[in-house]
C-alpha cells in the first residue's frame, strides 16, 4: 500500500518557534497530540494533562477532497474528533453531538464513512451508542445513530 503524508504543525509553548513535520495519516511511530481545539502540541503538554493524544486516524473522501480524520482521546477517556485538509495550517474540530463523548472503537467502513462507538459516560454498564458518520461535508458530516446496547452487551 502506499503512503500518503500529512503535515502536522508544531508549535512551542511560547509560540515562537514552529516546526512542520510530514507523518503518515495510516501509522505512524511518533504520537500525534491536540490540544482542545484541534490544534497539534506536544507531548510534554499532554503529560501535563493539556491534550489529547490521536489514537484513530482515517482518510475520508468529501464534496471538498480528501481530508484526514482523527480520533483523539483525553486523559479521561473523553475524545476529540478532528478534521484536517492536506496543505491548511491546523485541523479543524467537527460538528458531531457527541463531541468530548467516551468513545470505544473507531471503524472506517468506506472512504465515506465512519463508524464510532460512543459511552454516555465513563464506567461499566452504561449505554453506548453505534454513530456513523458520512462525510460529505468535511466539518459538520451527516451523523445517524445506528444502535444503542447497554455495556458490553451488543
Not at 509560540?15 to 484541534?38: K, M, R
Not at 464513512?113 to 459511552?119: A, D, G, L, P, V
Not at 453505534?130 to 447497554?150: A, G
Request: charged share 20%; proline share 5%.
Amino acid at each position: 500500500m502506499k503512503s500518503r503524508w500529512v503535515r502536522v504543525v508544531f508549535s512551542s509553548i511560547t509560540g515562537t518557534a514552529l516546526t512542520v513535520l510530514a507523518i503518515p495519516y495510516q501509522t505512524s511511530a511518533q504520537q500525534v497530540y491536540f490540544d482542545n481545539e484541534c490544534k497539534a502540541t506536544t507531548y510534554a503538554v499532554m503529560q501535563r494533562g493539556g491534550a489529547f493524544r490521536v489514537d484513530h486516524t482515517f482518510q475520508v473522501e468529501t464534496k471538498k477532497g480528501n481530508h484526514v480524520f482523527y480520533a483523539a482521546r483525553y486523559g479521561d477517556g473523553s475524545g476529540l474528533f478532528c478534521i484536517y485538509k492536506p496543505g491548511s495550517k491546523n485541523a479543524k474540530k467537527i460538528s458531531v453531538p457527541f463531541q468530548m463523548g467516551f468513545f470505544n472503537n473507531v471503524i472506517q467502513k468506506n472512504s465515506k464513512t465512519i463508524e464510532i462507538e460512543i459511552q454516555d459516560g465513563n464506567g461499566f454498564n452504561i449505554p453506548v451508542t453505534l454513530y456513523q458518520l458520512k462525510f460529505k461535508n468535511p466539518v459538520k458530516p451527516k451523523v445517524k445513530p445506528i444502535r444503542t446496547w447497554i455495556g458490553n452487551t451488543r
